[in-house]
């Protein structure tokens, strides 16, 4: 099992840190922002802006599944979906569940 943390630069440290002395294996990403964080909170109304003045429609020939829900979608996601996305956590394992119960194998 995989587990991926969001926080500042300080509190990763100190998990991946933690972690080490417990033997648990710890791999800082290369990332510049704390994704799905509470430390996106500022920008997301500048994002929300952005993101309402986008014309969401339904991709035509594939099934959507939300990563955010972990459960297909029945219409194309809107702004206040995408503003979610951007602070809440990923549910990779729903989704990947949800894409096996569809009927996709590879």
């Known amino acids: 099992t995989q587990t991926v943390l969001s926080g500042s630069e300080e509190q990763i440290s100190r998990a991946v840190t933690t972690f080490k002395q417990k ?3 710890a ?5 510049d922002k704390a994704f799905h964080s509470r430390l996106m909170d ?11 003045s986008i014309p969401f429609s339904a991709p035509l020939h594939i099934r959507f599944i939300s990563a955010l829900t972990g459960e297909e ?3 194309a996601p809107d702004a206040d979906y995408w503003v979610q996305h951007l602070r809440q956590g990923v549910n990779f394992v729903g989704a990947m569940d949800a894409l096996a119960r569809v009927g996709v194998s590879q």
């Open 23 to 25: 033997s648990i294996q």
């Open 42 to 52: 500022k920008v997301l109304n500048e994002f929300a802006d952005v993101a309402k």
């Open 27 to 31: 791999t800082l990403l290369p990332v």
């Open 73 to 75: 979608l029945s219409k």
